[in-house]
């Protein structure tokens, strides 16, 4: 089935930046809706940004004009491009692929999670 591996995460700096990735391996549809969601202690998983296979994206308010999504078809991998990290940016940031191979039906499927702290 479909597996998803994140990396990237880590320790930073509030302002500091960094790159997640995730890669997806094995049957991927073709049109599909990659994306990344985070969960900080003590609060509910939220929706940080998403990308359409035909290269739409959907942004958090929060992490508009920081954060930038990108993907590369050919990998099946999604990238999150984190700048100006603040520390409310702490969180496990989870890969999700929501695979639509029908106008009424769609699979889900998460990564395991990444680590990202921001702290001084």
């Known amino acids: 089935q479909v597996q998803l591996v994140e990396s990237g995460g880590g320790l930073v700096q509030p302002g500091g930046s960094l790159r997640l990735s995730c890669a997806a391996s094995?049957?991927?549809?073709?049109?599909?809706?990659m994306g990344w969601y985070r969960q900080a202690p003590g609060k509910e998983r939220e929706l940080v940004a998403t990308i359409t296979s035909g290269g739409s994206r959907t942004y958090a308010d929060s992490v508009k004009g920081r954060f930038t999504i990108s993907r590369d078809n050919g990998k099946n991998t999604v990238y999150l491009q984190m700048n100006s990290l603040k520390p409310e940016d702490t969180a496990v940031y989870y890969c999700?692929?929501?695979?639509?191979?029908?106008?009424?039906?769609?699979?889900?499927?998460w990564g395991q999670g990444t680590q990202v702290t921001v702290s001084s």
């Open positions: 999700n692929i929501r695979s639509l191979p029908t106008s009424w039906k769609s699979f889900d499927y």
């Open positions: 094995g049957s991927i549809f073709s049109i599909n809706i």
